[in-house]
């Protein structure tokens, strides 16, 4: 199952269609509103402005399917999301053509505007949903006959479990799932589905497991007496980038929770990877790279003050870096302007205070107004964090909030930002259960991302530096 090729494909195929569409629709102005303004047949010239066209149309049609994410998840496409993307999309780059390149266009009455829109649209819409609809068809298809199929990881070894494996085993047309192993939650409960699968291992396990096996969808099937368990699973499973899924509940069916992507699917609770829209995502990122830009070229002299005044105030370099955790549990080195004493943590980590000793003279000013944090624009060009989201913390803090608060897990779905609903609203947390109650707003944040709160969040952030209580 050779993704980058599928990919491939698809792009090949938009970019002919682009292509062709453009070059007929040229044609079609040249036969019909050229030849109707002059009066005289026009000959069909391939000149100087098709040529800049059929280069850049092409380029643009893809960079907008990829903004919007059409080449995600690219073996599990259904046909009819397709064929509504596809024309939203369509009917978007379009008009984006119209007003940049057809506006001034030679045209006999204004009835023609509507005329090229319309023309345009349709042999672009049509030309590029039919090879789509061939390969998502032939995609389907394999996937049915179980010639492509996604590792799947079952978690329960109960009744409930059995009864799934049974299902998908017995399917005339495959939904993909390869069924590797399963790991039993529960080992008080009997365990039975051994006699048809493999068992991994533990729960404990379950993130090495996903990285060995290449797992792409885990099922979660436990027994209704064993719900209150699945909030930790999901927690676990945070680290790992997987489709979920869960056996849903009396309840989850008669309050409409449950959705089948197919007619031939288990009907199945899917915990959607996808907290926003892709296309707010691809914003999101283009944003974190261009405003962190802007913001280090703006500050630039800012920064050489902060510098001088380190240097000029205390003894030891400028800058300082620990090891935090980022999304999926990955680690990664947070840079910052040191706003502390040499070897301030010489006894081990140690959360800071307002009345903080090792907390020097200039580095509490720059604390006020958060200057020590302006490195961490750095991290977010190396993608290793975003303007907005949970503020990273370190292992040895994470370990013990997870002992109580499990759901902090959760907040690794997304990168760490420099800045965050939980920072705005709580600011510094001076113990761990304080960063237990900040956690909570980051909770929410996730549950509500969207562009619009990050536009709120960085605007209060900005009257907090502005104001200067960063402390």
């Not at 040229?26 to 047949?41: A, H, L, M, Q, V």
């Not at 379009?94 to 509507?114: N, P, Q, R, S, W």
């Not at 302007?337 to 509490?364: C, H, Q, W, Y």
């Amino acid at each position: 199952m050779n993704k980058k090729l599928q990919v491939f494909k698809y792009v090949i195929f938009d970019l002919l269609s682009a292509a062709t569409s453009w070059t007929l629709f040229y044609i079609f102005r040249k036969i019909y509103f050229e030849s109707e303004k002059f009066g005289i047949p026009v000959p069909i010239e391939l000149g100087i402005n098709y040529f800049i066209g059929i280069t850049i149309i092409p380029l643009f049609w893809i960079m907008l399917y990829a903004f919007t994410g059409f080449y995600n998840n690219i073996f599990r496409k259904s046909r009819l999301i397709d064929l509504g993307h596809t024309f939203f999309i369509t009917l978007i780059g379009v008009v984006v053509i119209f007003f940049v390149l057809l506006l001034d266009d030679t045209i006999v009455t204004y009835t023609d505007y509507y005329t090229s829109l319309l023309v345009l649209f349709t042999v672009h819409f049509l030309l590029t949903f039919i090879p789509r609809l061939i390969l998502t068809c032939m995609t389907v298809s394999k996937i049915q006959r179980g010639l492509i199929g996604f590792n799947t990881l079952i978690i329960g070894g109960n009744g409930r479990a059995v009864r799934v494996i049974k299902e998908l085993n017995a399917r005339k047309r495959s939904a993909g799932n390869r069924i590797i192993g399963y790991i039993n939650v529960n080992h008080q409960s009997e365990d039975l589905a051994g006699d048809y699968i493999e068992n991994l291992g533990s729960i404990d396990d379950v993130t090495g497991l996903i990285k060995k096996h290449e797992i792409e969808e885990v099922i979660i099937a436990i027994e209704s007496a064993e719900q209150d368990t699945i909030g930790n699973i999901i927690n676990r499973l945070t680290q790992a980038s997987v489709r979920i899924k869960a056996i849903p509940s009396t309840y989850d069916l008669l309050t409409g929770r449950v959705k089948i992507s197919s007619l031939y699917g288990t009907p199945l609770l899917e915990i959607s990877p996808d907290l926003i829209p892709f296309w707010q995502y691809s914003l999101k990122k283009t944003l974190d790279i261009v405003i962190s830009i802007l913001c280090l070229v703006i500050l630039s002299p800012l920064i050489l003050l902060v510098i001088i005044g380190i240097k000029c105030t205390s003894n030891g370099p400028v800058m300082y870096s620990h090891e935090r955790i980022g999304r999926f549990g990955k680690p990664f080195r947070l840079y910052k302007f040191r706003t502390m004493v040499v070897n301030a943590e010489l006894n081990g980590p140690e959360l800071s205070s307002k009345e903080d000793n090792r907390i020097t003279p200039f580095g509490r000013f720059m604390r006020k107004h958060r200057f020590d944090e302006i490195p961490n624009f750095v991290n977010v060009l190396k993608g290793e964090m975003s303007l907005v989201g949970p503020r990273p913390e370190r292992k040895f803090f994470i370990d013990q909030i997870v002992q109580r608060a499990p759901e902090y897990l959760q907040l690794q779905k997304v990168k760490p930002g420099i800045t965050s609903w939980g920072q705005v609203k709580f600011g510094y947390a001076e113990n761990v259960d304080e960063m237990i109650e900040r956690m909570r707003y980051d909770l929410i944040y996730i549950e509500n991302m969207s562009l619009y709160v990050d536009f709120k969040i960085m605007i209060y952030t900005l009257i907090t530096i502005i104001k200067g209580r960063g402390i």
